[in-house]
């Protein structure tokens, strides 16, 4: 499962990279959209992600690798929510030390 979960890792880090590849190879003989080719790019990454896992011999968890494939993708808005999160947590819990010295 946690080698599922890392392959999905990578291979949704890897789409953003691997668009300008498709971009090329796709160029002038197809019109595509901009989030087309997004979608087109992260689907043809899980693919190879879930047949590099299956001839690993392992138990290919669907669940594992999309879930580590969003996280992968999506890496940069979660920073920036957990990041927020923190601020919010670290000025409410200073709000709180402050109110205990009264």
């Not at 499962?1 to 890897?14: H, K, Q, R, S, W």
């Not at 990041?83 to 109110?99: G, L, N, V």
């Amino acid at each position: 499962m946690l080698f599922n979960l890392i392959v999905g890792v990578i291979a949704g880090f890897a789409s953003r990279y691997f668009e300008n590849f498709l971009n090329t190879v796709i160029i002038g003989k197809y019109k595509m959209s901009k989030s087309d080719l997004h979608v087109l790019a992260f689907a043809a990454l899980l693919l190879g992600a879930s047949i590099l896992i299956s001839l690993g011999g392992r138990d290919g968890l669907p669940f594992a690798l999309i879930f580590g494939a969003g996280i992968g993708y999506f890496y940069k808005y979660l920073w920036d929510i957990c990041k927020d999160q923190y601020k919010i947590f670290r000025a409410e819990h200073s709000d709180d030390k402050s109110d205990e010295g009264n």
